[in-house]
């Protein structure tokens, strides 16, 4: 049999889907070597079937905002010794992980904000630019931070000899994740209007865009070229992807997506944990703000395709795996006489 590993993650319209999309990147990683369940509060149809593509089994939990009781719950009704739970969320704080710590269970937990103490075995953050000496944690609590261990789903773990280079139409590709609760689409549109650069703009919305009547009169009435595609799976995403030799995104999951395959890459924040990923990506410049769009130079986006390719090797779920198989704790040998 294989060892369970359960993701506790949520998303809806205001938090965006980003826990939801960077859990499910780790199942994808992890499904043929562990058994993948997902605990979720009241997911959206779309969301459930996204789960279940990847994933053994969907564990719904009712609405609450008594967070300790609902990791008592988990507790009780799912949880066994020595399996391994993941949590993605803020809301998952010291004593949420303590209650399920208190039960033998191995704890990963999936951060970018770290304002509160850690009590997991294992610590992930993509971001780049941080250490471990931004985090309060016990002290045999482990860090994986920085672009190797980036949470990419399988179309966009390319590896350097099997990148292309970015296409010559000049098309861009906007997307602000599952939500943008803050319609960062529509602004990123206004910029292409004045900016008057670009044959076609691919604008991708997820399940949970509020928005859709906003967009939908905008291009109406503009003369880009757009073209709105929504709730796109992992491959149609690399696909368009590829198509476009700019992007316009927010600096979460989607921005690593985009430049695991490269291209010129603006950024604009929607949430402020996002912070050290813009921070890190603008310091490297391996992509700009979307203050400077469309003005960066051709030497600096050569550049910025170096560094991306040297900084995403297309490796992550090869380190990813191995941390996981490291929590599995082997079942004790028996010796006879």
């Known amino acids: 049999m294989k060892n369970k ?73 799912y949880l066994k010794r020595n399996e391994i739970v993941v949590l993605d969320g803020y809301y998952f704080k010291t004593r949420y992980q303590k209650i399920i710590r ?3 269970c191995k704890i990963v937990c999936i951060d970018d904000i770290h304002n509160f103490h850690f009590v997991a075995d294992v610590v992930i953050n993509h971001a780049g630019g941080v250490s471990p000496a931004a985090y309060s944690a016990e002290p045999y609590t482990l860090f994986y931070l920085g672009l190797p261990y980036a949470m990419l789903r399988k179309p966009f773990l390319v590896k350097q000899s099997e990148r292309e280079l970015p296409p010559p139409d000049n098309n861009i590709l906007i997307c602000f994740g599952g939500a943008d609760p803050t319609n960062e689409t529509l602004k990123a549109l206004q910029k292409c209007e004045l900016s008057n650069a670009f044959n076609q703009c691919y604008v991708i919305t997820g399940a949970a865009y509020p928005y859709q009547n906003e967009l939908d009169k905008f291009v ?80 600096a986006a050569a550049q910025a395709l170096l560094l991306q390719q040297s900084l995403l090797d297309g490796k992550s779920s090869e380190r990813i795996l191995k941390i996981f198989k490291s929590l599995v704790i082997p079942n004790e040998v028996v010796h006879a006489g």
Do not use: W
């Open 220 to 299: 109406r009435n503009s003369n880009l070229k757009v073209t709105i595609l929504t709730n796109l799976d992992t491959h149609q995403m690399a696909t368009f992807m590829k198509k476009c030799q700019t992007a316009i995104t927010s600096p979460s999951t989607i921005a690593y997506e985009y430049l695991s395959i490269g291209g010129l890459l603006y950024l604009s924040m929607t949430a402020d944990n996002q912070l050290d990923i813009y921070n890190y990506f603008l310091y490297t410049k391996i992509a700009f703000a979307l203050d400077d769009f469309p003005g960066v130079s051709n030497d």
């Open 102 to 104: 208190a039960i033998g």
């Open 5 to 77: 590993v359960f993701f506790r993650a949520d998303g809806n319209s205001q938090i965006g889907l980003g826990h939801i999309f960077r859990s499910l990147a780790l199942a994808e990683m992890l499904r043929n070597d562990f058994d993948c369940h997902f605990i979720i509060r009241q997911p959206i149809p779309s969301i459930k079937t996204k789960i279940l593509e990847v994933c053994n089994k969907i564990i719904e939990l009712p609405e609450t905002e008594n967070h300790e009781k609902e990791a008592l719950f988990i507790v009780q009704h």
